[in-house]
Every structure is written in structure tokens, then in C-alpha cells.
T-cell receptor
Framework: EAGVVQSPRYKIIEKKQPVAFWCNPISGHNTLYWYRQNLGQGPELLIRYENEEAVDDSQLPKDRFSAERLKGVDSTLKIQPAELGDSAVYLC??????????????FGPGTRLTVL | GNSVTQMEGPVTLSEEAFLTINCTYTATGYPSLFWYVQYPGEGLQLLLKATKADDKGSNKGFEATYRKETTSFHLEKGSVQVSDSAVYFCALSDEAGGSYIPTFGRGTSLIVHP
């Protein structure tokens, strides 16, 4: 079974430039998560989707971040414009069930973003 | 709000030593508790979980018991191996406003020497 796929693995951009990250979850997983992980910290949830509906996005900085999950499968997270403080690893995860606190999340390898 | 506090790392042990990584939490509801592990160069993966008080999660020789009275979920292993070297994350999932919010600790790095 293929795991969660993310691309690119690494991205270096100048500040004020746009950037996008792509995630393909495990087949059949209804729930998809985007996290940001700063150096030396744990993942922080940005947004969670159940199928194509965003159900938790209170931590997403909506002035510059946007996300979409078309057809309830792949998802894209975008930052426009990027700031120096956005440098972090962006993680995507998926889980099988919807709305259950006991779900096991399966994580992708992450995209390491560096903003210069 | 919810939070997870883990002991500072790195934890450095010799092979076959006993391991404890402390984890305490605060939550507004009745959370499920998790330990995730991140091996070098890999993504986070679930190590074990517990969903109610006094449950013991176990996997690969690791154990953790959900202690509601002390709001703790300490990770233990009786005899560590070099291959256990990784970063360990304690996490909870708690209901808020009808949905479940995952919260992670900052991670504890474990280094096991031969």
C-alpha cells in the first residue's frame, strides 16, 4: 500500500514569492490534515478536511494561506506571499475514518520550506 | 486550550538500558492519547495509542498507560536498541466544537549507543 505522498520535498524561495505544496493521501482515507512543524517543535494543525469539506481551519493564517481538496482526494496548500517566518516543514497526514478522535494518522515525509 | 508537555531531550542511553519519556497533558475534554515516532529521514508514524483511562497501549516493546488522575501518558521500554534512536512525539486528540483537534508535544530525541 502506498503511503502519503508529498511534493516537493524541499523548496527554497525569496520572501514575498508564492509557493504551493501538494499532497496525495492514502487511497480511501477520508480525512486529510495539513500541519506546520517549526524546528524543534511538534506539528501544529493548520487545517483538516473531511472529504472535500474543511472542518478545522482556525489555525490557518487566512490572509496568506489557502488550501483546497478537490474531489476529496489530493490537496494543495498555498502561501502567498511567503514571509521569513513561514520557513518550516509542512506535513500532510491522512486517516481512514471521519470525525473520530481515535483515528490513526499516517504522515507523509513533509516539505521543507526555506524562505530567504 | 489543550497542551502536551514532554521531557526535554536528547535522552542518551546505552543499549539494553531502561527508557522512560515523560508526557503530561491538559485537555478540556476526555482525549485519546498517542505516541508517534519519527526515525531519521522518515515521516511520523504511530507507535501506540490509548483511548480511555487505565488503557495500556503497546507496540515493539514500548508501553504507555493512560493515567487520568495524573494526566500522564509516559512512554517506557525495558531494553532499548540502537534502532530505537528517533524522535518521539506525545499527542492527544480532544473534541472541541464537535470535531477532534490533534495537539502534539515538541518531541523528545532518543539516542541509543551500542
Amino acid at each position: 500500500e502506498a503511503g502519503v505522498v508529498q511534493s516537493p520535498r524541499y523548496k527554497i524561495i525569496e520572501k514575498k514569492q508564492p509557493v504551493a505544496f501538494w499532497c496525495n493521501p492514502i487511497s480511501g482515507h477520508n480525512t486529510l490534515y495539513w500541519y506546520r512543524q517549526n524546528l524543534g517543535q511538534g506539528p501544529e494543525l493548520l487545517i483538516r478536511y473531511e472529504n472535500e469539506e474543511a472542518v478545522d481551519d482556525s489555525q490557518l493564517p487566512k490572509d496568506r494561506f489557502s488550501a483546497e481538496r478537490l474531489k476529496g482526494v489530493d490537496s494543495t496548500l498555498k502561501i502567498q506571499p511567503a514571509e521569513l517566518g513561514d520557513s518550516a516543514v509542512y506535513l500532510c497526514a491522512s486517516s481512514l475514518a471521519s470525525g473520530s478522535g481515535t483515528d490513526t494518522q499516517y504522515f507523509g515525509p513533509g516539505t521543507r520550506l526555506t524562505v530567504l | 486550550g489543550n497542551s502536551v508537555t514532554q521531557m526535554e531531550g536528547p535522552v542518551t542511553l546505552s543499549e539494553e538500558a531502561f527508557l522512560t519519556i515523560n508526557c503530561t497533558y491538559t485537555a478540556t475534554g476526555y482525549p485519546s492519547l498517542f505516541w508517534y515516532v519519527q526515525y531519521p529521514g522518515e515521516g511520523l508514524q504511530l507507535l501506540l495509542k490509548a483511548t480511555k483511562a487505565d488503557d495500556k497501549g503497546s507496540n515493539k516493546g514500548f508501553e504507555a498507560t493512560y493515567r487520568k488522575e495524573t494526566t500522564s501518558f509516559h512512554l517506557e521500554k525495558g531494553s532499548v536498541q540502537v534502532s530505537d534512536s528517533a524522535v518521539y512525539f506525545c499527542a492527544l486528540s480532544d473534541e472541541a466544537g464537535g470535531s477532534y483537534i490533534p495537539t502534539f508535544g515538541r518531541g523528545t530525541s532518543l539516542i541509543v549507543h551500542p
